[in-house]
């Protein structure tokens, strides 16, 4: 069974940084790109960012490009990413999620989320 | 950035009646398009994807169509489990784009 677990959300200062986790199981993680989505409070899904099965390749919309850095750990089944200079708008649920297929456009497994809260 | 504009922004079926939900995008994207469910509380779940194939475990009567810029997500025969928010998400370039979602409720 695929599983996708975050960790590492919470309370954080705007300017201030913070690293989520994603534990996978359950499937080859070397073999999948994975991404990062996220909700803010009632609102809709925004991608956030993608990585290639090696780590070689990044992809991120402007909104975060520069501030977000996602990476992940082959041997170690995880997936990370790494939010500097955060914004109130980043207030957020961020899922992990596994991108369909390979390369895969869509997301097929999905995390249970972590939220990130982004206040003085 | 590639736009994806979902009408409507929400509606009511009673059971049993065929729902559709339309999402446009702003320029072609060649059926590089997925339809997911969200319920409250929950994380989404892939229902189609390539604008028509239906991920495995997906009932039959959600099935999804379109082409060039318009697509469409069907619900045939309404269920009381079918209840809650549809997005679409265009697989064609990155930024990946998702649509802002339809509430979909029993009436």
């Known amino acids: 069974e695929v599983q996708l677990v975050e960790s590492g959300g919470g309370l954080v200062q705007p300017g201030r940084s913070l690293k989520l986790s994603c534990a996978a199981s359950?499937?080859?993680?070397?073999?999948?790109?994975m991404a990062w989505v996220r909700q803010a409070p009632k609102k809709g899904l925004e991608w956030v960012a993608t990585?290639?099965?090696?780590?070689?390749?990044?992809y991120y919309p402007d909104s975060v490009k520069g501030r977000f850095t996602i990476s992940r750990d082959n041997a170690k089944s995880s997936l990370y990413l790494q939010m500097n200079s955060l914004k109130s708008e980043d207030t957020a649920t961020y899922y992990c999620?596994?991108?369909?297929?390979?390369?895969?456009?869509?997301?097929?497994?999905w995390g249970q989320g972590v939220m990130v809260t982004v206040s003085s | 950035d590639i736009q994806m504009t979902q009408s409507p922004a929400s509606l009511s079926a009673s059971l049993g009646e065929t729902v559709s939900i339309e999402c446009l995008a702003s320029?072609?994207?060649?059926?590089?398009l997925a339809w997911y469910q969200q319920k409250p509380g929950k994380s989404p779940q892939l229902l189609i994807y390539?604008?028509?194939s239906l991920q495995d475990g997906v009932p039959s009567r959600f099935s999804g169509s379109g082409s060039g810029t318009q697509y469409s997500l069907k619900i045939s025969g309404m269920q009381p489990e079918d209840e809650g928010v549809y997005y679409c998400?265009?697989?064609?370039?990155?930024?990946?784009?998702f649509g802002s979602g339809t509430k979909l409720e029993i009436k």
């Open positions: 998400q265009q697989g064609y370039k990155y930024p990946l784009t």
């Open positions: 390539g604008a028509s």
């Open positions: 990585i290639s099965t090696s780590g070689s390749r990044t």
């Open positions: 320029e072609g994207i060649s059926n590089s």
């Open positions: 359950g499937f080859t993680f070397s073999n999948y790109y």
């Open positions: 999620a596994r991108h369909r297929g390979y390369p895969g456009y869509y997301f097929d497994y």
